[in-house]
């Protein structure tokens, strides 16, 4: 199992100084603190009658064993904090760990709680630890989401130093960009820091606690998009120097010397990379300050990443490669064995020398032989050039025969080449669309996004609803018919049941299955992709990646999937 750090969220990391959107509040009795985030908001639990009901609102006993749903065995409880708990536990019908976050039903934070864990499992962004199950029940509210084994906290990897440029480049890339799309649907943060950030084997950032781990805490905020962003960039002021960017220790990093206000990194520590330096400034001085050089400050996550999108591309460093040992003579060579044996002492037995014998074949008969032997050479020698010279020319003569007669089978075929995609649309027959604002993302190129359909329960087949019997995909339009070779699809989920159908040439404006007359790909379940090549080139303007049957969402007798992108070439 992994470390504990890498999958329970930290909702009681109290260390050092909050960014200056993020004062803390009152402690409680175990140390903790409730914030509120920024001057004049409302804090779900501010007030001491508040705090008093969230303390003495204690869940029932729980201990290692205890079941919840007769499916989710807790193992260990890594938080306990403000009236709530939270687990490392086991789903037994999946044999997968998960983590739990468990509170009363009275807790004063368990509807905000149960809101912002339903409102952050609809946004289905992977780059976010997913929330699998939000459950009130038997007096209970409890939040079940993924648990990461190959994932590792920034706090932990800052411990062993800073980061590469390129590392930090990544870092700040992909926090913005997860962070403005989580805004995008209304949802924020709040509490970004090193603990809720975690780094896969593969090198991807994942966000944990998004939207619940402000509701567990109480923070409410005016400004959610200036307290996210200035969050990013004290996480990209630590990864470029190994220090927290306030003056109090805090998240193991040490802060900054006391009375000498924020400094940039490229002044903190020699070697920072000048323009990720500028940018963390950007981020941090986002209350209306001009950052360095006169750039605008960024106030949202969107801003913030356009401006890592503007930067210069930072390579990753190259591979070192170890210098091999310098050669050294072992004792077998020819010569050292016997200079070894001279350095260990005068020999017994005196070698005898060894008469030179003489030059063979000095004689008359040994002279004749000599030369019969080299004329046999030289006609075995001409003979030899004279058959291979003869085999080549025939060949020759064969393969220009060859050619003569066979001159188009020896052309090669044109390499296919990418198509341009016009439009998409959700193909959705006989009923409404699931997310028809989202049918551009399954071809804009990014496999970040995605178009998903809606949950359904108890069928496969889109709830087994009347209206959906033809299912649902997406129409891809070319623009104007061209010759399609292939189709790539790269699938939301594995396991759907999908196959590629395209319209006639002159069809125009597809709207039922019966439009599609032409399947260049059998019904079938794909994997993360699907790829498609049909025997010869097919003339269409409209290509329809149907969708009959979804997989399981990870939830019993729940099912949904969706397009994450579509490549065609002619």
Not at 25 to 49: F, H, I, Q, R, Y
Not at 102 to 110: K, N, Q, S, T, Y
Not at 349 to 375: D, E, F, I, M, Y
Not at 462 to 480: A, E, M, Q, T
Request: aromatic share 4%; net charge neutral; with cysteine.
């Amino acid at each position: 199992m992994a470390e504990r750090s890498t999958a329970a969220v930290d909702v009681a990391d109290t260390s050092g100084e909050e960014p200056p959107t993020a004062k803390a509040g009152k402690a409680t009795d175990d140390g903790a603190k409730a914030e509120k985030v920024s001057g004049g908001e409302n804090d779900a639990a501010g007030t001491p009658e508040e705090r008093a009901e969230a303390i003495e609102a204690q869940p029932p006993e729980l201990h290692s064993g205890h079941k919840l749903a007769r499916r989710y065995r807790l193992e260990e409880c890594v938080t306990r904090l403000d009236g709530f708990s939270s687990w490392r536990a086991v789903d037994e019908k999946l044999r997968r760990a998960v983590g739990v976050h468990i509170l009363p039903a009275e807790h004063p934070r368990a509807r905000p709680v149960l809101s912002a864990a339903r409102s952050s499992a609809l946004l289905g962004d992977p780059r976010f630890v997913q929330v699998l199950d939000a459950v009130e029940e038997n007096d209970l509210v409890y939040v079940v989401h993924e648990w990461l084994p190959d994932a590792t906290e920034l706090t932990t990897v800052l411990a062993n130093g800073p980061l590469e440029p390129h590392d930090a480049y990544q870092l700040v890339s992909q926090v913005s960009q997860a962070m403005a799309a989580a805004h995008r649907e209304g949802l924020s943060h709040l509490r970004i820091t090193p603990g809720s950030v975690l780094r896969t084997e593969s090198g991807q950032y994942r966000i944990r606690g998004l939207a619940v781990m402000a509701a567990l805490r109480g923070i409410t905020c005016e400004h959610p998009q200036r307290t996210d962003t200035e969050a990013i960039g004290a996480l990209l002021y630590a990864a470029l120097t190994q220090r927290w960017p306030y003056e109090n220790d805090a998240h193991g990093l040490t802060g900054l010397p006391k009375g000498v206000g924020l400094i940039a990194p490229d002044q903190v520590r020699a070697g920072v990379h000048r323009g990720l330096s500028e940018l963390a400034m950007r981020a941090l001085i986002n209350d209306g300050a001009t950052a360095s050089r006169q750039e605008p400050p960024c106030t949202t996550p969107e801003e913030l990443a356009a401006a890592v999108a503007a930067m210069p591309r930072i390579r990753p460093p190259e591979t070192a490669f170890a210098t091999p040992p310098p050669y050294q003579r072992t004792g077998y060579q020819q010569g050292s064995h016997r200079q070894a044996s001279a350095h260990s002492g005068p020999s017994v037995r005196q070698t005898q020398p060894v008469a030179t014998p003489p030059p063979p074949l000095q004689s008359r008969t040994g002279r004749a032989l000599k030369w019969s032997v080299s004329a046999l050479l030289i006609a075995a020698l001409g003979l030899g050039s004279w058959q291979l010279a003869d085999t080549l020319l025939k060949r020759e003569n064969d393969q220009d025969k060859t050619q003569n007669s066979q001159p188009q089978q020896g052309s090669k075929k044109k390499p296919a080449k990418p198509l341009s995609i016009a439009g998409a649309t959700e193909f959705s027959p006989l009923g409404e669309a699931f997310s028809e604002d989202k049918a551009s993302a399954a071809a804009d190129g990014d496999p970040s996004t995605a178009w998903v359909t809606k949950r359904f329960k108890g069928w496969p087949n889109f709830g087994n609803l009347p209206n959906r019997k033809d299912g649902s995909g997406i129409v891809i339009d070319l623009g104007s018919a061209k010759d399609v070779a292939g189709v790539q699809v790269s699938m939301y989920r594995p396991g759907q049941t999908t196959e590629v159908l395209a319209a006639a040439p002159s069809a125009s404006n597809p709207t039922s299955l019966s439009d599609f007359s032409q399947r260049l790909s059998k019904s079938s379940k794909a994997g993360d992709k699907l790829t498609v090549k049909p025997d010869k080139p097919v003339k269409t303007r409209y290509l329809l990646i149907h969708i009959t049957e979804l997989p399981s969402d990870g939830e019993a007798d729940w099912f949904r999937g969706g397009i994450s992108d579509v490549k065609v070439t002619g």
